[in-house]
């Protein structure tokens, strides 16, 4: 299944090949990520049909058997997620040429658009708790950095803002992380999900279950942690409020 | 039982900070907390009184180790949010230099 860690190691990669072909030619540039969110789309079409004849694909990295090493799970809700991430970076980065034609450093744009797309897949299809903390914080950091895009006062208000409520939700859930360590002894998700059935319904079970919603309440931007996402919107450049 | 409680204590000190102060620079110290507070009880986590460092010296013999894998996991959180508190300071820089104050109070162009 090489098929699996492609999907954000191809962003991540392009993210950082950006910079120098921007440094070269600049219309290259938005060429290259254009080029680069098809052939994700291409992958995640591949993906979806893969889960048609094999429900659940697992990848290692780097060949360590499952509780011990990172692994990629790749079922039928994560190849939904991806196809979904795919179609909406690659129409946004079509779409973004006109628009950005009124900033200049085009190639940041691109780069962070890059690492925050590489972000958004980890977390689609990872299996691993701290490596999804990882993903997240990877899309979280490159959208404070877009939401201050343009540099005037609303927009880097806007994105403080953003920054301090997503910086709370996320050092929540490295906490419950942290906690769900201590108790479980394993970071693989499958595995965390067997060990959960012998404490579940004790007040620990429930804390951890409620530092989760909290930080992802926030992320997510449901009712009482909402008050970042009308300013965060409105400030950061079009191309990436779609995200 | 008593580290794991300074640890929260450390924890709600910075969020304490983050909520209540209106310097900017402080909430960023706020943060600096509670990252601090966070990797400072994952550690503690893999913690075992008396148990070595986790280097294999010999195959064959068993031995006590404290658990490597908080470790591993701190240093990451630690180059996380290292990343975090450079762009956080950066922003602010940038605010400090449209408004000319560190004050949140008197930095509300926007409605939210």
């Known amino acids: ?243 | 039982m008593i580290v794991f409680v300074s640890c929260i204590i450390l924890f709600l000190i910075g969020l304490y900070a983050i909520v209540t102060k209106r310097n900017l620079i402080k909430i960023a110290i706020g943060f600096a907390f509670i990252e601090y507070a966070v990797n400072l009880l994952f550690a503690l986590i893999g913690f075992k009184r008396g148990a070595l460092a986790p280097i294999i010296t010999q195959i064959d013999k068993p031995h006590n180790f404290v658990d490597p894998i908080p470790q591993a996991l701190v240093l990451t959180a630690i180059v996380i949010a290292l990343g975090t508190t450079a762009l956080m300071l950066t922003v602010i820089l940038r605010i400090y230099n449209r408004y000319k104050t560190f004050d949140i109070a008197e930095i509300r162009k926007l409605k939210g």
Request: proline fraction near 5%; aromatic fraction near 16%; glycine fraction near 6%.
């Open chain 1, 1 to 243: 299944m090489l098929f699996i860690p492609l999907l954000f190691a191809l962003p991540l990669i392009t993210a950082f090949v950006i910079p120098i072909l921007g440094k070269i030619y600049k219309p290259l540039v938005w060429i290259v990520t254009t080029v680069v969110s098809f052939i994700l789309f291409i992958i995640a079409l591949y993906g979806v049909a893969v889960t048609q004849e094999i429900p659940m694909s697992v990848y290692k990295m780097g060949n360590w058997p499952p509780p011990l090493g990172i692994v990629m799970a790749f079922d039928s809700f994560s190849a939904f997620m991806v196809l979904m991430i795919s179609i909406i970076v690659f129409t946004t980065s079509l779409f973004s040429l006109r628009y950005l034609s009124r900033f200049t450093g085009q190639w940041k744009f691109y780069t962070l658009f890059m690492l925050m797309t590489a972000g958004m897949m980890g977390i689609s299809i990872t299996g691993d708790l701290f490596n999804m903390f990882v993903f997240l914080e990877i899309a979280a950091i490159s959208s404070y950095a877009l939401v201050a895009f343009g540099i005037e006062g609303e927009e880097l208000e806007a994105s403080f803002k953003y920054m301090v409520m997503g910086e709370i939700g996320g050092l929540t859930f490295l906490l419950a992380i942290a906690l769900i360590y201590a108790k479980t002894s394993t970071l693989n998700l499958a595995d965390i999900s067997n060990s959960m059935q012998v404490i579940r319904g004790t007040t620990f079970f429930w804390m951890i279950i409620g530092m989760m919603l909290f930080a992802f309440s926030i992320k997510a931007g449901l009712v009482p942690f909402h008050t970042w996402a009308p300013d965060a919107y409105p400030a950061a450049p079009a191309p990436i409020s779609s995200l």
